[in-house]
Nanobody, 124 residues
Framework: QVQLHESGGGLVQAGGSLRLSCAAS????????MGWFRQAPGKERDFVAA?????????ASADSVKGRFTVSRDNAKNTVYLQMNSLKPEDTAVYYC????????????????WGQGTQVSVAS
């Protein structure tokens, strides 16, 4: 059983930054691909970024966040991060972290375990 807990959300002005953290309660954290997704009210859950377990240099991100968001992980702390810079009002959503036993994927169906989410609100 994998338990995930996100933190770091909040309200920020456009152009500001936030860093989300996701702590995992699991053995062999480095065996899991970790992903970040987000869901705005009335919209589908969208892929944001993901990072491989075995090779933390292997990452992927959505076009909408490239150059602004960076995913990273600390396997010694069982934690994955999402550094969000140059935030825009359209980044407002609930952000979820997720764990997968397969390789990096932008499909939410590839992820077996999900956190409860953390709200990010960006004011214009």
């Amino acid at each position: 059983q994998v338990q995930l807990h996100e933190s770091g959300g909040g309200l920020v002005q456009a152009g500001g930054s936030l860093r989300l953290s996701c702590a995992a309660s699991v053995r062999s954290f480095n065996m899991y691909t970790m992903g970040w997704f987000r869901q705005a009210p009335g919209k589908e859950r969208d892929f944001v970024a993901a990072i491989s377990g075995g090779n933390p240099n292997y990452v992927a991100s959505a076009d909408s966040v490239k150059g602004r968001f960076t995913v990273s992980r600390d396997n010694a702390k069982n934690t994955v991060y999402l550094q969000m810079n140059s935030l825009k009002p359209e980044d407002t959503a609930v952000y979820y972290c997720a764990a997968s036993t397969v390789g990096i994927s932008a499909l939410h169906t590839a992820y077996n375990y999900w956190g409860q989410g953390t709200q990010v609100s960006v004011a214009s």
